[in-house]
């Protein structure tokens, strides 16, 4: 079945360095990719997607590509900010079906500190 | 922008009981999702819903919940007899299309006890 394994966590990062989270899939087909953040104490936010080979999703300074080749879909930043501190899920969505449900890595937790 | 609505936010019950969690969807979507969040783990499907019926489920999904959208603009999971592993953040979405990304709830945080 589909799988989404993302990097472990938590990372650590000082403010304005270079952020890159990876992330890999198992899918049939031609799955989307999507990125979602989860802010302390709320829900899911979608942050970007990308739903064919060579797309780059990107969003507020992130960017995700979707590379068919290596099966990945790393969500990288060039400078975070403290207000970035989150946990990030890489998910799939199959093509197959007629609801797709959305398969979730395990998250990483990111901490950005001044 | 619109949202997903989910009522309450938060859920204490009692062992053995029953709950209802609720979700309005946004209007011009067609599917419609549970996902359940228990604490610090991932985010698993419970189950999907589309042109009134469940399109897929998970083995998580058993005999003890259901889902219904009674009145065409809310959609409810109910648990039927609430057991402790059941206490969770409870999370709701919709999609116009299968190819789109969802829109998720805030989420409902169930507390078992």
């Known amino acids: 079945g589909d799988s989404v394994t993302q990097m472990e966590g938590p990372v650590t990062l000082s403010e304005e360095a270079c952020l890159t989270i990876n992330c890999t899939y198992t899918a049939t087909g031609y799955p989307s990719l999507f990125w979602y953040v989860q802010y302390p104490g709320e829900g899911l936010q979608l942050l970007l997607k990308?739903?064919?080979?060579?797309d780059k999703g990107s969003n507020k300074g992130f960017e995700a590509t979707y590379r068919k080749e290596t099966t990945s879909f790393h969500l990288e930043k060039g400078s975070v900010q403290v207000s970035d501190s989150a946990v990030y899920f890489c998910?799939?969505?199959?093509?197959?079906?007629?609801?797709?449900?959305?398969?979730f890595g395990t998250g990483t937790r990111l901490q950005v500190t001044l | 922008e619109p949202e997903v609505t989910q009522t309450p936010s938060h859920q204490v019950t009692q062992m053995g009981q029953e709950v209802i969690l609720r979700c309005v969807p946004i209007s011009n979507h067609l599917y419609f999702y549970w996902y359940r969040q228990i604490l610090g783990q991932k985010v698993e499907f419970l189950v999907s819903f589309y042109n009134n019926e469940i399109s897929e489920k998970s083995e998580i999904f058993d005999d003890q919940f259901s889902v219904e959208r009674p009145d065409g603009s809310n959609f409810t999971l109910k648990i039927r007899s609430t057991k402790l592993e059941d206490s969770a953040m409870y999370f709701c979405?919709?999609?116009?299309?299968?190819?789109?990304?969802?829109?998720f709830g805030s989420g409902t945080r169930l507390t078992v006890v």
């Open positions: 979405a919709s999609s116009e299309q299968t190819y789109y990304g969802y829109t």
């Open positions: 990308a739903t064919k080979a060579d």
């Open positions: 998910a799939l969505r199959g093509s197959t079906g007629t609801a797709s449900k959305l398969t």
